[in-house]
């Protein structure tokens, strides 16, 4: 990913069925694990960090890392579907504190 004709962010997802079941085992997710990334393209302070930290536990995994440039890669591991679309829809609503547009209903997306 590239902004502003900036490499940010170049990242390949090749692991085999192994590895996958290697890492939801090291996460304690177990067979059902889902694998989620988010991206999010800003500049500034990160007040929000804290309360997504705050997401990892009872089960999921969230880890969140700085870009090169302009931005956060937002990595988590949830035991299965359920959890995953609860982690996401925790943090748009963290995130939507400081980026109302994040707010909005997936529906309508």
């Not at 990892?56 to 995953?84: C, E, M, N, Q, Y």
Request: hydrophobic share 45%; with cysteine; aromatic share 6%.
């Amino acid at each position: 990913m590239r902004l502003a004709g900036e490499l940010v962010l170049r990242e390949r997802f090749e692991q085999s069925g192994a590895e996958l079941k290697a890492l939801a085992a090291l996460s304690g997710s177990g067979p059902k694990a889902c694998f989620g990334n988010a991206l999010l393209i800003a500049e500034g302070e990160a007040p929000w960090l804290p309360a997504v930290a705050a997401l990892h536990g009872d089960g999921t995994w969230v880890g969140v890392s700085p870009l090169r440039k302009g931005g956060w890669s937002i990595k988590f591991v949830a035991p299965d579907s359920i959890r995953l679309r609860q982690t996401v829809n925790a943090l748009r609503e963290i995130l939507a504190a400081q980026y109302p547009k994040l707010g909005c209903a997936t529906r309508k997306l």
